[in-house]
């Protein structure tokens, strides 16, 4: 091979790297619809349906107050700390906090793996919603 395209190619694997490490928005989730099978539930099964999905993919979820969930998930050196406020009616999922995860307050960005959380949390607590 040419050194020509040695370098090219070498160029190309490196942009391919910045761009892949690249920090991305920060992903919120705001008034997602609480969507349920029953006609018949509360505040209590909501949060419990939270706790289920968020401790079933290794955050550790503490009930700060009725309405006010803390999430927190410990991947290697990572941490990543989130917000879920809910009513009967609908959830958010906040950033709050995070460790070794690129976390720009200026620019609102993240690490682009803390979005992938956020929305594998949001979709397991769809799931166990729907189960109520």
Request: glycine share 6%; proline share 3%.
């Amino acid at each position: 091979m040419s050194s020509k395209l040695l370098n090219v190619i070498a160029v190309s694997a490196l942009a391919v790297l910045m761009i892949a490490c690249a920090p991305t928005p920060v992903r919120n989730v705001e008034n997602a619809p609480v969507n349920v099978s029953s006609t018949n539930y509360d505040l209590s099964d909501v949060a419990k349906a939270i706790k289920t999905a968020g401790t079933g993919l290794g955050w550790q979820m503490k009930e700060e107050t009725p309405g006010h969930i803390v999430g927190s998930i410990y991947l290697r050196s990572h941490v990543a700390v989130v917000d879920i406020t809910y009513t009967l009616d609908e959830f958010s999922i906040n950033y709050k906090d995070s460790t070794n995860l690129k976390y720009n307050a200026a620019s609102n960005t993240i690490h682009k793996n803390y979005n992938g959380w956020i929305q594998n949390l949001t979709n397991a607590i769809n799931s166990q919603l729907v189960g109520i």
